[in-house]
């Protein structure tokens, strides 16, 4: 995923890209994550990488409660976007 195209894509209605925003950091995280998975499949042993995505997952899963209590709709359509979650239906 390339992330000036997710730019757009979340900010399509908006004048200016924010970096602050939570979404674009759940996103810079998501990245970070997948990236360090796919280096823990080859190097199993790597515990500082494997503490280092740990401290990534708190984060993002932080910044994920807080978007979901802030505004439910923008937290729906984000983790739809990146694949995040299963759906489920509440």
Not at 1 to 28: L, P, R, T, Y
Not at 39 to 67: A, N, T, V, W
């Amino acid at each position: 995923m390339i992330k000036n195209a997710f730019i757009s894509v979340i900010f399509q209605e908006k004048k200016e890209e924010n970096k602050g925003s939570a979404e674009f950091q759940i996103f810079s995280f998501t990245n970070k994550i997948r990236k360090l998975t796919s280096h823990l499949e080859l190097h199993r042993k790597d515990y500082l990488s494997q503490r280092g995505l740990r401290k990534i997952l708190g984060k993002r899963q932080r910044l994920l409660s807080y978007l979901s209590k802030k505004d439910r709709v923008r937290y729906k359509k984000l983790i739809s976007h990146l694949d995040i979650r299963e759906s489920k239906n509440r």
